[in-house]
């Protein structure tokens, strides 16, 4: 009989624990050096809906609650004044207690622990960051102070172009291991959470990837993954990005040329030689920047490589007043909505400029880096080799 007791009270005993591990949730506690007291802080989940919120106090904030399932979350603060939508840091939530450790300076750079999930993201992370460093550290820092300073300041001449190629270089050997890692993290994760936040980084543009690539990236995944949220909303984004893929032929759009007479960006376009699509306008100081190392390209690579500079400028006055400052010496055009109300910028997704696209004799879609030292890169190894 106790024997009987003792059983039934164990198997009590567990099925209060069972019931109380179903029932926890998650609690966030951070630790902040130098935050400011009385901030309201937010809590988001993967679709930008709010979780929760708090206060800071004595450098610290926290949340709590429960997820049916694991997923990306954000944390959000305004300080009032600031004129930026807030600074925030994303991280991986799930139902565990979860630290988070910084510095208020460095909002967007928290330590994270306490989520297995978080834990296999920093893996990965820390294969990279030494590749990183050195692509946008060393060699960043080397690229504006022998190619960029120069066409700031400008002093940009010939001689900036072959220092400048050879860093371009070593920056597309680093990409490439960058590329090589990731690649390998998502066939070898094809289940995680993980997985979709890297394709998510991976596919943040378009014109990066061929569709042949983009399907080589997706075919590993599970059927588990793909039925997810976050999957979707991939599928949604390269599906808007297909058309301007890698190796798919260029959109046209309408455009009116320095006589005011409009027509098609295709008008330009030469069968048969490399093209550039180079979107800018007169208020973009990065673009005009760029201009003097263009007229240098042209002269050496006119008869091969055909540049054609489009306008963003609204006003077009504005336009051709910076086309008589800068002189360029290559094909000025301006963009023009079409019927639809459409451009250059709808059609190419374009979030800012400068822009620049790399168009074969065939018209298909070659690179979008087309711009400083990259360009220079491209059109030594499709020319001088």
């Not at 065939?362 to 001088?384: H, S």
Request: charged share 25%; aromatic share 12%; with cysteine.
């Amino acid at each position: 009989m106790l024997y009987m007791k003792s059983i039934v009270y164990f198997a009590v005993i567990l099925l209060c624990f069972v019931s109380c591990r179903q029932e926890s949730g998650y609690k966030i506690v951070a630790n902040l050096e130098g935050v400011p007291d009385g901030l309201k802080v937010y809590l988001f989940d993967d679709t930008r809906q709010v979780l929760d919120s708090s206060l800071t106090e004595s450098g610290r904030f926290a949340f709590s609650g429960k997820v049916e399932h694991p997923l990306l979350a954000s944390v959000t603060v305004k300080t009032p004044g600031e004129t930026f939508a807030g600074r925030s840091f994303d991280f991986f939530l799930e139902n565990s207690e979860i630290q988070v450790k910084g510095e208020w300076k460095n909002f967007y750079d928290m330590i994270v622990t306490g989520s297995a999930l978080q834990d296999e993201y920093m893996v990965y992370q820390k294969q990279l960051d030494p590749l990183y460093d050195k692509l946008y550290q060393e060699l960043a820092s080397q690229m504006y102070q022998i190619y960029s300073q120069p066409l700031y300041d400008g002093s940009f001449s010939t001689n900036c172009i072959r220092p400048g190629i050879e860093i371009a270089r070593q920056e597309r050997e680093i990409n490439k291991q960058i590329q090589q890692i990731t690649s390998c993290f998502i066939k070898e994760h094809p289940t995680s959470l993980v997985t979709l936040k890297i394709l998510e980084d991976q596919f943040r543009a378009a014109s990066r990837f061929s569709m042949k690539e983009v399907n080589e990236l997706l075919s590993g995944l599970s059927p588990e993954l793909k039925q997810m949220k976050g999957y979707q909303a991939l599928v949604e984004k390269i599906n808007a990005y297909r058309e301007t893929a890698l190796g798919e032929r260029y959109i046209d759009f309408r455009v009116m040329d320095m006589n005011g007479k409009e027509g098609m960006f295709s008008d330009y376009v030469q069968p048969g030689k490399y093209n550039m699509l180079e979107v800018w306008a007169s208020w973009c100081g990065h673009c005009r920047v760029e201009i003097p190392h263009l007229k240098i390209v042209q002269e050496k690579y006119g008869d091969r490589f055909n540049i054609i500079a489009v306008s963003w400028d609204k006003d077009e006055a504005e336009w051709r007043e910076a086309v008589k400052e800068d002189c360029p010496n290559y094909v000025q055009l301006r963009a023009v909505k079409d019927a639809d109300g459409k451009d250059v910028g709808s059609f190419y997704h374009l979030k800012g400029i400068p822009y620049s696209l790399i168009i074969d004799g065939n018209g298909r879609i070659v690179t979008k880096e087309g711009r400083g030292a990259k360009l220079d890169l491209l059109l030594e190894e499709l020319y001088d080799k």
